[in-house]
């Protein structure tokens, strides 16, 4: 059993930033294990058990360095216990609305999901963080029921074999939701420190995109390029970007990711 933790960041519809939508998909074996590695970096941060660990804000007793080492730690013990990360991005000025961009991104992270899980040919479940969305419930009973359907779907409808269950949770109810949010955070804070051109975050980001690389799912594909990041987990969207200078703001970041060592095999 596998489990797929979802979050999102850069709700706010501003031109130039990227909706991002992601998950940390989770080794059932490997829960327990991760689970007490969370829990024990609190105790060695003194973090009281009330407070909800997020990428921001930190607890009020650590200093700024110290909150920094606490989010390290986190990342760190999902490298080592295996955790993947599964990214969707959607550039605000394509998207209709952030509601909406939030749905597809849905809608993609169970595709992609369910892609990883044919390969153990193991059951997973889904866990997206509340919001409110009075669609989001009858979009998760669509995906228990049918599977994809629009245009994700190509054929009209797609049967996600391998999920067989969609829940929702919330920060506080599981260590798994404080570090999906710690994760997703960190890739935001770097990522926006490109498009919204913060040369002063650029060596802060640089060391997260060098922590986060591992959690990327590579395959070696394609031939030869071992260290491509499996369209899987790191996707645009959407797929083919027509408007040149939307284009060019995908290809920018793409780039500046390659440069810090994340290389997407996305041809866009």
């Known amino acids: 059993m596998y489990l797929l933790y979802c979050d999102e960041t850069n709700f706010q519809k501003l031109s130039g930033d990227f909706f991002v939508y992601g998950g940390i998909v989770i080794d059932g074996a490997k829960a327990g294990t991760l689970a007490d590695a969370l829990s024990e970096i609190r105790k060695s941060y003194d973090v009281p058990n009330e407070f909800l660990v997020k990428f921001n804000p930190g607890p009020q007793h650590l200093s700024h360095a110290d909150f920094i080492g606490l989010k390290q730690a986190y990342i760190a013990a999902a490298a080592e ?3 993947l990360l599964l990214v969707n991005l959607l550039l605000h000025d394509i998207a209709t609305s952030s509601d909406h961009a939030r749905r597809f991104g849905i809608n993609t992270l169970c595709y992609h999901f369910d892609c990883y899980l044919h390969r153990p040919k193991a059951p997973g ?3 997206i963080d509340r919001f409110n969305d009075k669609k989001l419930d009858d979009q998760l009973k669509e995906k228990a029921a049918i599977g994809l359907t629009g245009p994700i779907a190509y054929s009209g409808e797609k049967k996600l074999k391998y999920i067989v269950g969609y ?3 919330a920060i506080g109810q599981s260590h798994f939701c404080s570090l ?3 994760v997703i955070g960190s890739l935001r804070f770097a990522i926006n420190a490109f498009t919204q051109d913060k040369e002063e975050h650029m060596d802060s980001a640089g060391a997260i995109l060098n922590q986060l690389s591992p959690l990327f799912f590579r395959e070696g594909k394609p031939p030869g390029n071992t260290n491509a990041v499996d369209l899987i987990s790191f996707w645009f969207s959407p797929a083919k970007v027509s408007a040149a200078k939307y284009r060019e703001k995908y290809l920018a970041l793409r780039e500046f990711l390659q440069a810090k060592g994340i290389e997407i095999e ?3």
């Open 81 to 83: 216990n295996d955790v």
């Open 125 to 127: 479940l889904v866990l």
């Open 167 to 169: 829940h929702l949770s």
């Open 180 to 182: 999906v949010d710690v």
């Open 266 to 268: 996305q041809d866009l």
